[in-house]
């Protein structure tokens, strides 16, 4: 990296190296390996991390660090500034579905590649790519479309790199010699349109890619087809996928034509062509969401109000020009791809003179892209936690907030999802009690009898509860078991209206149980959490008194990670 400018901030350069230091080792290091990887001193990671943590950015635990989901708030603000997934997602998930093979958008970074939205089909052999890793171009289809517009400047780049590492030994490639035809592969791509991976990227896979420009006719992204040598050859993926992969591609550009301005000039070729190494494609013009991109940027009192408070609850420990910094990321968003000094200042609440050395200092880390008096985050701020921080799933996300739970509350808690007319508990947190509930991730119960279960069967529609009441035998496990369908139902419905489920000794004498649900992004609840108990420990009227709160509380938290994680992950088809 370039000598830092006189007004960097060099707080805002450490922490982005920790970050940074986090993600390359899978989201997780221990303090003595932090201080290696990132040749900080000791006492300065520790103030780095006490602040990231105070963002809710990491987890320290002992004598680790882990990447938490509301760090992916700042790829977040990259992905909707961008509006590629908001605008393309919808069309990609269809043609996943018309192909029943994986679909992805990836844009360029430099001389590499990184996926930014991906649909994929649920099999045994999956095919996903972490989203926001950086790929070199030699080993995929969307790198040999892009490096077809390539400057010299930009060619002179990759062969350094080739240089000092011709064959990427972190990637399990069959192709050894796959970067030798590369600017072959690469001009070939630029008069037919397409580009073919035959397996340079990893054994056994093969994709096909066409790219969509921008107005000056720039391969703005690439749309590919991911699939397997057990289901398809380079050639037979190319002579099944490449005609309706053309035709999805002409309309998803005619949704970039309504939405993308013209430029003058970006990271392929053109006036202003490599002037930044990782400027990253321009952003389409998309409608802001209502959910938005994670946080709303702080307004003046509000950041000031929490910078004052965690100077006085961490004094040394909270470097408060790091967490200004990192604020200014969050500032772009969906309906905000581009922002001036003024505007960025205006949403952060920031002075100028701070949002300014922020800005230079986010431009001098490849973060933040300049263009006169504009600014855009570029495709490298995925490079912050989202690889790891993509695939982390409910059970992930819920264990630490149950863990805080079952420290408050001093009983078992657990998650669960509906499957079938069973719940299927997928984490759990026991107490150290001598007598305690015993039940472990995998366990399933009949959906009806448990607290967690009546939770996620009362959220369904009504028809599709009816049918699966309908089919489900209402079994006596024990003598307090509700039996009678209308009773249950009567129930389920009081439970819809309460927004919880208190069960008592139906699935086993003496357990009480209290749950309540988990609801993603469109309010629909796709798990559940509960607290279990012997009746011994509460009452019923205690459990509603004394555990609802802080078990709906816990399913807040629960709640807002998976918001902040899911924004990008699960595009519908149109």
């Not at 990836?106 to 052999?125: C, E, F, K, L, N």
């Not at 089919?471 to 139902?489: C, G, K, V």
Request: proline share 7%.
């Amino acid at each position: 990296m370039s000598t830092a400018p006189a007004e960097a901030v060099g707080p805002l350069v450490r922490g982005v190296a920790v970050l940074r230091a986090l993600s390359d080792a899978d989201g997780r290091l221990g303090l003595g390996e932090l201080v290696r990887a990132t040749g900080l001193a000791r006492s300065t990671v520790d103030r780095i991390v006490a602040t990231l943590a105070r963002m809710g950015y990491v987890r320290p635990h002992e004598s680790a660090v882990t990447l938490a989901p509301r760090l992916m708030e700042l790829a977040n603000a990259y992905l909707g500034a961008l509006a590629l997934p908001d605008l393309l997602g919808p069309y990609a998930a269809r043609l996943a579905e018309e192909l029943d093979e994986s679909v992805c958008l990836a844009v360029p970074d430099g001389d590499g590649i990184r996926y930014v939205q991906q649909s994929t089909r649920r099999r045994t052999m999956s095919l996903t790519f972490r989203i926001g890793d950086l790929l070199p171009a030699e080993r995929t289809a969307p790198g040999a479309l892009f490096a077809a517009r390539w400057t010299p400047e930009r060619w002179r780049s990759w062969h350094q790199r080739r240089a000092a590492a011709p064959e990427n030994p972190g990637l399990p490639g069959v192709a050894p010699g796959a970067g030798d035809r590369f600017e072959e592969r690469a001009a070939e791509a630029g008069d037919t349109g397409f580009a073919v991976d035959d397996q340079y990227l990893e054994p056994g896979l093969v994709a096909v890619a066409v790219p969509l420009r921008d107005p000056a006719g720039r391969p703005l992204c690439a749309l590919t087809v991911v699939s397997h040598t057990s289901r398809h050859s380079a050639a037979s993926l190319r002579a099944s996928a490449l005609p309706r992969l053309r035709a999805a591609a002409r309309t998803m550009q005619s949704a970039l034509d309504r939405a993308t301005p013209a430029r003058t000039g970006d990271e392929h070729g053109g006036a202003g062509a490599d002037t930044r190494a990782a400027a990253g494609p321009a952003p389409a013009k998309a409608p802001a969401r209502a959910d938005g991109t994670g946080p709303a940027p702080a307004k003046a009192p509000g950041l000031a109000a929490w910078t004052a408070a965690s100077k006085q609850e961490l004094g040394a420990g909270f470097v408060e020009s790091l967490a200004r910094g990192l604020t200014v990321l969050t500032a772009f968003g969906s309906g905000r791809p581009e922002l001036t000094l003024s505007a960025v200042a205006a949403a952060t609440g920031l002075p100028r003179a701070t949002a300014r050395r922020a800005l230079i200092t986010l431009d001098h880390l490849g973060l933040i892209a300049t263009e006169g008096r504009v600014f855009r985050p570029t495709p490298r701020v995925l490079a912050l936690g989202c690889p790891p921080l993509s695939r982390t799933t409910l059970a992930d996300i819920a264990v630490p907030h149950l863990a805080a739970l079952v420290r408050t509350v001093h009983d078992s808690a657990s998650l669960a999802v509906l499957d079938g007319d069973a719940i299927h508990y997928t984490a759990r947190v026991a107490t150290t009690r001598i007598m305690s509930v015993n039940i472990t991730p995998g366990t399933r119960f009949p959906a009806y009898a448990t607290s967690m279960g009546r939770v996620l069967l009362a959220d369904l529609p009504a028809a599709r509860r009816t049918a699966r009441l309908g089919r489900t035998e209402l079994s006596a496990l024990t003598a307090h078991t509700i039996t009678s369908p209308a009773q249950l139902t009567a129930v389920l419905d009081e439970v819809a209206r309460h927004g919880y489920a208190l069960v008592d000794q139906e699935l086993e004498e003496g357990l009480r149980s209290l749950a309540v649900p988990v609801r993603d992004t469109e309010g629909r609840a796709v798990a559940a959490v509960n607290v279990a108990m012997h009746t011994t420990r509460r009452t019923p009227a205690q459990c509603r008194t004394e555990l609802l709160p802080e078990l709906r509380a816990a399913a807040s938290a629960i709640e807002a990670d998976l918001h902040v994680l899911d924004r990008f992950r699960h595009p519908q088809a149109p």
